[in-house]
């Protein structure tokens, strides 16, 4: 015959649940992940019986997950890590593994959280660094790429907004991968000055001609529905419907010798100026297996 021992105030089936043991670290572990109050509660509030070894084993899973990224930042962020790792075995020695696991764990986290904390909200590497059409550089342009690697290689320890360097792709009606957000804004942007005329001129007569930019947020939202009819606005539209020639031929807003790069001319660029951060590439739309062939081509 056994007889359940429980403390006084708690029912015999409460008492007889297995208290949290010191111990070695994978009994440690294991009593976390099946014998605490964080356990029992993932499994007492799962939906259904089925289900409960499934939210037990994924959230486990995800806390895992998030704490060997923390302890990456950590590792990457600490001068010494063989120091840390001897302040955790006396840490050991002195607390028990399970509470020096515990307090690992919040200062992983607390290294995550300050690393999170630091990535600027914006980044001034959108679009290549450029501010739309009008600013000092135009989005999306060597120009504008050249000068933001050389501001964030001249600024000491970098600029603190700048988290990496992003740009758009899309592929044009003869295959080039071209960098660019959308034709419309390019268009838009470049039609009423006279160094334009031809080449606005010959794409008109193609069906690719964006009217003058609005000045009010109605007459901005009557134009792009306008646009949309006629299969110009939208990121990806228009770019099936010319060459990479006759869109080389555009000076961006009116500005001499400012064009729409091609994807190999902006690596390339990155490269041959010293560009010392990662960089994000948008694929707006790349239509054939050529085209993403040579994207990989050009990335690797």
């Not at 600490?78 to 955790?88: E, K, T």
């Not at 964030?152 to 660019?180: C, I, Q, S, W």
């Not at 001609?209 to 009557?222: D, F, G, R, Y």
Request: hydrophobic share 45%; charged share 20%; proline share 3%.
């Amino acid at each position: 015959m056994f007889t359940v021992h429980g403390k006084p105030g708690r029912a015999a089936d409460e008492a007889s649940a297995p208290e949290i043991v010191e111990g070695g670290l994978f009994q440690s572990v294991g009593n976390l992940c099946f014998r605490s109050t964080y356990s029992d509660y993932l499994w007492k509030t799962s939906v259904s019986a089925p289900y409960r070894v499934i939210r037990v084993a994924a959230m486990t899973l995800i806390s895992l997950l998030l704490l060997a990224r923390s302890w990456r930042l950590f590792v990457r962020s600490s001068p010494d890590v063989a120091m840390v790792l001897a302040a955790m075995s006396i840490a050991s020695w002195q607390f028990g593994t399970f509470r020096t696991i515990a307090l690992l764990t919040l200062a992983l986290l607390l290294t995550l959280a300050k690393q999170l904390a630091s990535t600027p909200d914006v980044n001034s590497g959108h679009r290549a660094g450029g501010k739309g059409y009008e600013g000092e550089h135009i989005e999306n342009t060597l120009e504008a790429l050249r000068a933001l690697i050389k501001t964030d290689n001249e600024t000491p320890n970098g600029l603190k907004r700048l988290a990496y360097v992003e740009f758009d792709v899309h592929e044009t009606g003869d295959g080039e991968l071209m960098v660019l957000h959308d034709l419309h804004s390019v268009l838009a942007a470049s039609q009423q000055f006279e160094i334009n005329k031809d080449i606005l001129a010959e794409l008109a007569r193609a069906g690719l001609q964006p009217e003058a930019p609005a000045t009010s947020i109605l007459a901005k939202l009557v134009q792009k529905a306008g646009a949309a009819g006629r299969g110009l606005y939208g990121d990806t539209a228009g770019l099936q419907s010319l060459t990479a020639p006759q869109l080389k031929r555009v000076h961006i807003s009116g500005r001499q010798g400012v064009h729409v790069p091609t994807l190999e001319e902006f690596l390339r660029c990155c490269s041959e100026e010293g560009l010392q951060r990662s960089v994000a590439v948008e694929v707006k739309s790349i239509a054939t297996d050529a085209g993403r062939a040579r994207f990989v081509q050009l990335l690797t």
